[in-house]
């Protein structure tokens, strides 16, 4: 009987271990039973915008007026952009989206042909975390459902 009890004891650790090491995501869940696709597939909007350039990272939230990223499950999005500069400038990209082979980047192709790399820092039912260099320019954005 100790031995059993021994041998569960053992068992529960190493699989505590288990699922603890194996996160993909910086910030995100160890465990999920949603699929990364399930989780992806959502209509966010932004939460929060910070841009890096060299080693100065600035909160530029407000700056914006909002980002609106629709992810559907034919693999296509759409993604909303308006912000305001004496008078209102809205932006729609549209395109295709695909997980890379680790599912840690989400690919956007956009309709041009360019395709938009975004590590994945955060996936989960209702929240997204991307970020993206352009122009020198990392733009990290959190997101949640709609």
């Known amino acids: 009987m100790k031995k059993l009890l021994a041998f569960g004891l053992f068992a529960f650790a190493l699989s505590a271990l288990t699922l603890t090491s194996c996160n993909k995501y910086e910030?995100?869940?160890?465990f999920s039973f949603i699929?990364?696709?399930s989780r992806m597939i959502n209509n966010w909007e932004m939460t929060k915008l910070e841009q890096t350039s060299?080693?100065?990272?600035?909160?530029?939230?407000?700056?914006?007026?909002?980002?609106?990223?629709d992810m559907?499950?034919?693999n296509t999005f759409e993604m909303r952009t308006a912000l305001t500069i004496l008078v209102q400038i809205?932006?729609?990209?549209?395109?295709?989206?695909?997980f890379n082979d680790d599912k840690t980047q989400v690919l956007l192709t956009l309709e041009n042909g360019s395709v938009r790399?975004?590590?994945?820092?955060?996936?989960?039912?209702?929240?997204?975390?991307?970020?993206?260099?352009?122009?020198?320019?990392?733009?990290?954005?959190?997101?949640?459902t709609k």
Not at 54 to 69: H, Q, R
Not at 90 to 98: D, F
Not at 117 to 124: D, H, M, S, V, Y
């Open 27 to 30: 910030e995100g869940s160890n």
């Open 35 to 37: 699929s990364k696709n």
């Open 54 to 69: 060299g080693i100065a990272t600035a909160d530029v939230t407000s700056t914006v007026d909002y980002i609106e990223l």
């Open 72 to 74: 559907n499950e034919d």
């Open 90 to 98: 809205i932006s729609i990209e549209t395109g295709t989206w695909a």
């Open 117 to 144: 790399t975004c590590n994945i820092i955060k996936l989960k039912k209702d929240e997204l975390k991307i970020s993206y260099t352009e122009n020198a320019i990392t733009n990290t954005i959190e997101m949640e």
